[in-house]
């Protein structure tokens, strides 16, 4: 067992950053590059065989998730791309991760059936949408232009979305405050008293993205490497 202080990995998201990361990088260079010249070790993990021993570690436990919370992870913690220097007329200077793309893929498929039935949705508008609930910066104002739907509809569909990926907080419900007697007019009242009128605090509910987090902390949380 490695000890506490000597795991690489101080969470399951760092490890999931890490395993994410390197397999993207791999994939994007020739092998005879890879023998050529070997990705350095940056940060947490390791570099070379051992780091592709380490990230396909990572990744074998992630199998156990459904394939909507492994899209969700990907999602949020995948590079979107990697730099590209092919010199390419239509080189834009980087490439798409297609895992990232296939993430987004699936979780805009599955925002289709939480939206108000009978609704269309445009395209851009759901992945948009999508993309926003996973920490992308996105103007929906901006987005329902783009799309060509009224800015209230937009609005709605987020809500639906938000609270289908991110999750709600149930209502605040206030104690009930003790009462205390005091003058009214000829006579005395009682009334609560404002300085114990405290919030509870409430559960929040989960959505999409805490569950499978929650689920990957379990599965991640057995390696060697990884701190609980």
């Given at each position: 067992?490695?000890?506490?202080?000597?795991?690489?990995?101080?969470?399951?998201q760092?490890?999931?950053i890490?395993?994410f990361?390197?397999?993207?990088?791999?994939?994007?260079?020739?092998?005879?590059?890879?023998?050529?010249?070997?990705?350095?070790?940056?940060?947490?993990?390791?570099?070379?065989?051992?780091?592709?021993?380490?990230?396909?570690?990572?990744?074998?436990?992630?199998?156990?998730?459904?394939?909507?919370?492994?899209?969700?992870?990907v999602?949020?913690?995948?590079?979107?791309?990697?730099p590209?220097?092919?010199?390419?007329?239509?080189?834009?200077?980087?490439?798409?991760?297609?895992?990232?793309?296939?993430?987004?893929?699936?979780?805009?498929?599955?925002?289709?059936s939480?939206?108000?039935?009978?609704?269309?949705?445009?395209?851009?508008?759901?992945?948009?949408?999508?993309?926003?609930?996973?920490?992308?910066?996105?103007?929906?104002?901006?987005?329902?232009?783009?799309c060509?739907?009224?800015?209230?509809?937009?609005?709605?569909?987020?809500?639906?979305?938000k609270?289908?990926?991110?999750?709600?907080a149930?209502?605040?419900?206030?104690?009930?405050?003790?009462?205390?007697?005091?003058?009214?007019g000829?006579?005395?009242?009682?009334?609560?008293?404002?300085?114990?009128?405290?919030?509870?605090?409430?559960?929040?509910?989960?959505?999409?993205?805490?569950?499978?987090?929650?689920?990957?902390?379990?599965?991640?949380?057995?390696l060697?490497?990884?701190?609980?």
């Open positions: 067992m490695i000890d506490t202080e000597q795991k690489l990995f101080r969470s399951a760092d490890a999931m890490f395993a990361s390197y397999s993207m990088q791999t994939r994007d260079r020739s092998a005879v590059d890879r023998m050529a010249a070997p990705s350095p070790r940056t940060g947490k993990g390791l570099s070379g065989n051992d780091g592709a021993a380490q990230a396909g570690m990572i990744r074998r436990e992630l199998e156990e998730l459904t394939a909507i919370e492994r899209a969700v992870l999602a949020r913690f995948a590079p979107r791309s990697s590209c220097a092919c010199g390419r007329a239509c080189c834009c200077g980087h490439t798409p991760n297609p895992e990232y793309q296939e993430a987004i893929r699936t979780l805009e498929q599955a925002a289709m939480i939206l108000p039935s009978g609704t269309i949705v445009h395209y851009q508008l759901r992945r948009g949408l999508v993309e926003k609930a996973t920490g992308i910066k996105i103007e929906i104002k901006a987005l329902a232009i783009k060509g739907v009224a800015e209230r509809t937009a609005y709605a569909h987020w809500e639906v979305i609270h289908w990926f991110l999750g709600t149930k209502p605040k419900k206030s104690k009930e405050a003790k009462r205390k007697r005091v003058a009214a000829d006579g005395v009242a009682d009334v609560p008293n404002e300085s114990e009128l405290l919030p509870e605090v409430a559960t929040a509910v989960d959505g999409i993205e805490s569950k499978a987090r929650k689920h990957a902390d379990e599965l991640l949380s057995g060697d490497f990884v701190r609980p």
